[in-house]
Each structure stands twice: as C-alpha cells, then as structure tokens.
C-alpha cells in the first residue's frame, strides 16, 4: 500500500462554519439564545414579571449573552428569598436550568441544526 500525502487544501472555514448554522450570530447561536431564554423562564423569580420580561427585552437573540437588567436582577440572582412561585422560581435560575438538563437539551438541538450528534 502507498503512503498518500495531502501537501495542501484549501478550505474556506467560514464557508463551513456559516453552512452549518456556527457563524457569530448564526442559526444556532441564536436557537442557545432562545432555549435558555425559554428554560429560564419558569424558574427567574416573579412578582409582576418585570425580572422575568427583562430577559427577552434585553436579549439579543444571537449575540451569545443573556441579559436581565433590572436594578435587582443580580440581587435576586444571588441572594436567597422567598419567591412567590418557589421552589422553582428563585435565585441562581440560569445555573440551575442548566443543572436540571437544560444544558444537555440545548446541547443535543444544536448540534442537531448544526448536523451533528452529541454522542
């Protein structure tokens, strides 16, 4: 058998990235937005949905950064309270969406529109 040598290809990576939906602001970028703007939402603490409604307004959907801005969004993403609707809605709700198999959903639909597997 011959040995076989590649001494150059030209590969255009954006080309790639941009087909498969991986580009900055692409396809997917935007479907992890919007899963983890949907994941979070039964679990970001409410009272009369200001906090709650502050992720989708402050969001851009696609740049890679969820936002709650509310002058006691961190406060409440930190510091224990009673929240009406808890257990579920309360603090530290993005960490625990993931940590409650939010993380392994968005996963798996990326990589399907990308058009690739997670295993």
């Known amino acids: 058998m011959a040995d076989f040598f590649i001494k ?7 080309k790639i990235l941009r087909e498969r939906g ?3 602001n692409g396809e ?3 479907f992890i937005d919007s899963e983890c703007l949907r994941l979070c939402d039964p679990l970001v603490p409410f009272d009369q949905g ?4 502050s992720g989708v307004i402050n969001t851009v959907v696609g740049s ?14 930190y510091m224990p309270a009673n929240f009406q609707g808890a257990p ?10 993931k940590n409650n198999g939010g993380k392994d959903q968005i ?7 990308a058009g690739g597997s997670t295993s």
């Open 88 to 97: 579920d809605r309360g603090n530290y709700w993005f960490d625990r969406m």
């Open 8 to 14: 150059r290809a030209d590969v255009d990576v954006e």
């Open 28 to 30: 997917v970028q935007k």
């Open 22 to 24: 991986l580009d900055p």
């Open 107 to 113: 996963l798996r639909g990326a990589a399907k529109l």
């Open 50 to 53: 200001t906090l709650k409604e």
């Open 64 to 77: 890679g950064e969820i936002k709650y801005r509310t002058p006691y969004a961190r406060r409440w993403y």
